[in-house]
T-cell receptor, first 112, second 113 residues
Framework: GENVEQHPSTLSVQEGDSAVIKCTYS??????FPWYKQELGKRPQLIID?????GEKKDQRIAVTLNKTAKHFSLHITETQPEDSAVYFC???????????FGAGTILRVKS | NAGVTQTPKFQVLKTGQSMTLQCAQD?????MYWYRQDPGMGLRLIYY???????DKGEVPNGYNVSRLNKREFSLRLESAAPSQTSVYFC????????????FGEGSRLTVL
Protein backbone atom coordinates (compact mmCIF):
# COMPACT_ATOMS: atom_id res chain seq x y z
CA GLY A 1 0.00 0.00 0.00
CA GLU A 2 0.89 3.66 0.00
CA ASN A 3 2.51 4.55 3.29
CA VAL A 4 5.24 6.59 4.92
CA GLU A 5 6.81 5.44 8.18
CA GLN A 6 8.42 8.04 10.45
CA HIS A 7 10.76 7.55 13.41
CA PRO A 8 11.09 8.36 16.21
CA SER A 9 7.64 9.37 17.41
CA THR A 10 9.18 11.58 20.11
CA LEU A 11 12.65 13.07 20.40
CA SER A 12 14.15 15.09 23.24
CA VAL A 13 17.46 16.90 22.79
CA GLN A 14 19.48 19.47 24.69
CA GLU A 15 19.65 22.95 23.24
CA GLY A 16 22.58 23.12 20.85
CA ASP A 17 22.53 19.42 20.01
CA SER A 18 21.50 17.97 16.65
CA ALA A 19 18.22 16.19 15.90
CA VAL A 20 17.59 13.62 13.18
CA ILE A 21 14.20 12.34 12.05
CA LYS A 22 13.94 9.47 9.55
CA CYS A 23 11.24 8.41 7.11
CA THR A 24 10.80 5.48 4.75
CA TYR A 25 8.30 5.30 1.91
CA SER A 26 6.71 2.49 -0.05
CA UNK A 27 6.36 3.79 -3.63
CA UNK A 28 9.55 3.70 -5.69
CA UNK A 29 7.94 6.20 -8.10
CA UNK A 30 7.71 8.91 -5.42
CA UNK A 31 9.56 12.03 -6.52
CA UNK A 32 8.73 14.81 -4.05
CA PHE A 33 9.55 14.78 -0.32
CA PRO A 34 8.56 17.77 1.83
CA TRP A 35 8.91 18.32 5.56
CA TYR A 36 6.35 20.28 7.57
CA LYS A 37 6.61 21.83 11.03
CA GLN A 38 3.52 22.26 13.19
CA GLU A 39 3.69 24.31 16.35
CA LEU A 40 1.13 23.67 19.07
CA GLY A 41 -2.33 24.78 17.95
CA LYS A 42 -1.07 26.06 14.60
CA ARG A 43 -1.25 24.93 11.00
CA PRO A 44 1.51 22.83 9.40
CA GLN A 45 4.06 24.88 7.45
CA LEU A 46 6.66 23.78 4.94
CA ILE A 47 10.23 24.04 6.19
CA ILE A 48 12.17 22.26 3.46
CA ASP A 49 11.57 19.90 0.54
CA UNK A 50 13.63 17.78 -1.81
CA UNK A 51 13.01 16.22 -5.19
CA UNK A 52 14.18 12.84 -6.41
CA UNK A 53 16.92 14.22 -8.65
CA UNK A 54 18.77 15.66 -5.64
CA GLY A 55 20.52 13.77 -2.81
CA GLU A 56 20.81 16.54 -0.24
CA LYS A 57 19.51 20.04 0.36
CA LYS A 58 20.42 22.55 3.07
CA ASP A 59 18.79 25.70 4.39
CA GLN A 60 20.72 27.27 7.27
CA ARG A 61 20.39 24.85 10.24
CA ILE A 62 18.11 22.43 8.41
CA ALA A 63 19.10 19.77 5.90
CA VAL A 64 17.32 16.90 4.20
CA THR A 65 18.97 13.83 2.66
CA LEU A 66 17.38 11.37 0.27
CA ASN A 67 18.38 7.80 -0.56
CA LYS A 68 16.16 6.68 -3.44
CA THR A 69 17.64 3.20 -3.60
CA ALA A 70 16.76 2.51 0.02
CA LYS A 71 13.57 4.58 -0.17
CA HIS A 72 14.33 6.69 2.86
CA PHE A 73 14.91 10.34 3.63
CA SER A 74 15.91 12.22 6.75
CA LEU A 75 15.63 15.66 8.33
CA HIS A 76 18.66 17.02 10.16
CA ILE A 77 18.45 20.03 12.47
CA THR A 78 21.74 21.34 13.85
CA GLU A 79 22.30 23.67 16.81
CA THR A 80 18.77 23.14 18.04
CA GLN A 81 16.96 25.99 19.79
CA PRO A 82 13.86 26.01 22.03
CA GLU A 83 11.81 27.45 19.16
CA ASP A 84 12.52 24.27 17.17
CA SER A 85 10.18 22.44 19.58
CA ALA A 86 7.20 21.31 17.48
CA VAL A 87 5.75 18.34 15.63
CA TYR A 88 7.54 17.52 12.38
CA PHE A 89 5.90 15.61 9.54
CA CYS A 90 7.57 14.04 6.54
CA UNK A 91 5.60 13.31 3.38
CA UNK A 92 6.07 11.67 0.01
CA UNK A 93 4.16 12.06 -3.24
CA UNK A 94 2.70 8.79 -4.45
CA UNK A 95 -0.08 7.05 -6.29
CA UNK A 96 -2.66 8.36 -8.69
CA UNK A 97 -2.71 12.11 -8.70
CA UNK A 98 0.72 12.29 -7.06
CA UNK A 99 -0.94 12.74 -3.66
CA UNK A 100 1.08 13.57 -0.57
CA UNK A 101 1.08 10.81 2.05
CA PHE A 102 2.25 11.98 5.46
CA GLY A 103 4.16 10.20 8.18
CA ALA A 104 2.66 10.00 11.68
CA GLY A 105 4.81 12.85 12.99
CA THR A 106 7.68 13.36 15.45
CA ILE A 107 7.31 15.46 18.58
CA LEU A 108 10.62 17.29 19.03
CA ARG A 109 11.37 18.81 22.43
CA VAL A 110 14.43 21.00 22.81
CA LYS A 111 15.40 21.40 26.45
CA SER A 112 17.19 24.58 27.51
CA ASN B 1 -3.98 38.25 1.10
CA ALA B 2 -5.69 35.83 3.51
CA GLY B 3 -4.29 32.58 2.07
CA VAL B 4 -6.51 29.62 2.99
CA THR B 5 -9.55 30.37 5.13
CA GLN B 6 -11.75 27.67 6.63
CA THR B 7 -14.88 27.86 8.76
CA PRO B 8 -16.01 27.10 11.34
CA LYS B 9 -12.98 26.87 13.66
CA PHE B 10 -14.87 24.85 16.25
CA GLN B 11 -18.03 22.75 16.07
CA VAL B 12 -19.77 20.27 18.35
CA LEU B 13 -22.25 17.87 16.75
CA LYS B 14 -24.46 15.09 17.97
CA THR B 15 -24.23 11.68 16.32
CA GLY B 16 -26.31 11.68 13.14
CA GLN B 17 -26.25 15.44 12.57
CA SER B 18 -24.88 16.87 9.34
CA MET B 19 -22.58 19.79 8.70
CA THR B 20 -20.41 21.39 6.04
CA LEU B 21 -16.90 22.72 6.47
CA GLN B 22 -16.14 25.61 4.16
CA CYS B 23 -12.75 26.42 2.64
CA ALA B 24 -11.65 29.23 0.37
CA GLN B 25 -8.26 30.26 -1.01
CA ASP B 26 -7.28 33.53 -2.64
CA UNK B 27 -3.94 32.44 -4.15
CA UNK B 28 -5.34 31.32 -7.52
CA UNK B 29 -4.30 27.74 -6.74
CA UNK B 30 -5.55 24.91 -8.92
CA UNK B 31 -5.52 22.09 -6.38
CA MET B 32 -7.30 21.86 -3.03
CA TYR B 33 -7.35 19.19 -0.32
CA TRP B 34 -9.09 18.14 2.86
CA TYR B 35 -7.05 16.37 5.55
CA ARG B 36 -7.92 15.11 9.00
CA GLN B 37 -5.42 15.05 11.84
CA ASP B 38 -5.69 12.59 14.69
CA PRO B 39 -3.15 12.04 17.50
CA GLY B 40 -0.35 9.70 16.42
CA MET B 41 -1.70 9.35 12.88
CA GLY B 42 -0.36 12.34 11.06
CA LEU B 43 -2.38 14.03 8.35
CA ARG B 44 -4.62 11.74 6.33
CA LEU B 45 -6.10 12.83 3.02
CA ILE B 46 -9.90 12.64 2.85
CA TYR B 47 -10.62 14.08 -0.62
CA TYR B 48 -8.84 16.30 -3.06
CA UNK B 49 -9.57 18.34 -6.14
CA UNK B 50 -6.69 18.50 -8.61
CA UNK B 51 -8.43 21.21 -10.60
CA UNK B 52 -11.76 22.98 -10.81
CA UNK B 53 -14.48 20.51 -11.76
CA UNK B 54 -12.69 17.38 -10.51
CA UNK B 55 -12.68 15.58 -7.17
CA ASP B 56 -11.06 12.33 -6.07
CA LYS B 57 -10.98 10.14 -3.00
CA GLY B 58 -7.99 10.15 -0.71
CA GLU B 59 -6.98 7.67 2.01
CA VAL B 60 -10.06 7.99 4.27
CA PRO B 61 -13.10 9.15 2.23
CA ASN B 62 -15.84 7.10 3.90
CA GLY B 63 -18.51 9.23 5.58
CA TYR B 64 -17.57 12.41 3.69
CA ASN B 65 -18.55 14.21 0.51
CA VAL B 66 -16.95 17.20 -1.16
CA SER B 67 -17.85 19.92 -3.61
CA ARG B 68 -15.45 22.07 -5.63
CA LEU B 69 -17.80 25.00 -5.96
CA ASN B 70 -15.42 27.08 -8.09
CA LYS B 71 -11.66 27.60 -8.31
CA ARG B 72 -11.56 29.31 -4.89
CA GLU B 73 -13.87 27.14 -2.79
CA PHE B 74 -13.82 23.49 -1.71
CA SER B 75 -16.31 22.27 0.89
CA LEU B 76 -16.40 19.09 2.98
CA ARG B 77 -19.73 17.64 4.11
CA LEU B 78 -20.50 15.14 6.82
CA GLU B 79 -23.97 13.75 6.06
CA SER B 80 -24.43 11.77 9.29
CA ALA B 81 -21.70 12.51 11.80
CA ALA B 82 -20.18 9.69 13.87
CA PRO B 83 -17.92 9.87 16.96
CA SER B 84 -15.09 8.42 14.82
CA GLN B 85 -15.16 11.67 12.84
CA THR B 86 -14.06 13.69 15.87
CA SER B 87 -10.86 15.24 14.61
CA VAL B 88 -9.10 18.40 13.49
CA TYR B 89 -9.76 19.08 9.82
CA PHE B 90 -7.37 21.03 7.61
CA CYS B 91 -8.05 22.43 4.20
CA UNK B 92 -5.02 23.03 2.00
CA UNK B 93 -4.16 24.20 -1.50
CA UNK B 94 -1.24 24.30 -3.91
CA UNK B 95 -0.61 25.77 -7.32
CA UNK B 96 -0.69 22.36 -8.99
CA UNK B 97 -0.93 18.91 -7.47
CA UNK B 98 2.05 18.40 -5.23
CA UNK B 99 4.57 20.34 -7.23
CA UNK B 100 5.45 22.63 -4.35
CA UNK B 101 4.39 24.08 -1.04
CA UNK B 102 1.05 23.05 0.39
CA UNK B 103 -0.68 25.98 2.13
CA PHE B 104 -2.90 25.00 5.04
CA GLY B 105 -5.85 26.71 6.67
CA GLU B 106 -5.93 27.21 10.44
CA GLY B 107 -7.91 24.04 11.04
CA SER B 108 -11.41 23.19 12.24
CA ARG B 109 -11.85 21.23 15.45
CA LEU B 110 -14.89 18.99 15.23
CA THR B 111 -16.29 17.01 18.16
CA VAL B 112 -19.06 14.47 17.59
CA LEU B 113 -20.84 13.35 20.75
Amino acid sequence: GENVEQHPSTLSVQEGDSAVIKCTYSDSASNYFPWYKQELGKRPQLIIDIRSNVGEKKDQRIAVTLNKTAKHFSLHITETQPEDSAVYFCAASMGRGNKLVFGAGTILRVKS
Amino acid sequence: NAGVTQTPKFQVLKTGQSMTLQCAQDMNHNSMYWYRQDPGMGLRLIYYSASEGTTDKGEVPNGYNVSRLNKREFSLRLESAAPSQTSVYFCASDIRANTGELFFGEGSRLTVL
